[in-house]
């Protein structure tokens, strides 16, 4: 956690990446097996902070509003 002015690039991919590149990885690839049985059904978990950052969570705040978008 940090406030945007503190927060290294790398701090913020990092977040990003295994926040919201791994919901996109991690579903698309169930989704290949979904399509082959015919259907299923796939549940993001999100965060009330993807609706309302808090103090030094912009980084988690952008990337759960990304699994809600």
Known sequence: SARIVEM???QWSTVLD???TG???????VM???EAQGGG?????AS??????QAEQAH???AKA???A
């Open 32 to 34: 290949r097996q979904m």
């Open 18 to 20: 295994v926040t919201l």
């Open 8 to 10: 290294t690039d790398e």
């Open 60 to 62: 988690y705040a952008a």
């Open 41 to 45: 059904v796939i549940v993001n978990n």
């Open 48 to 53: 009330v902070l993807g609706w309302r950052a």
């Open 23 to 29: 919901t996109f990885r991690c579903t698309r690839a």
């Open 66 to 68: 990304g699994v809600m």
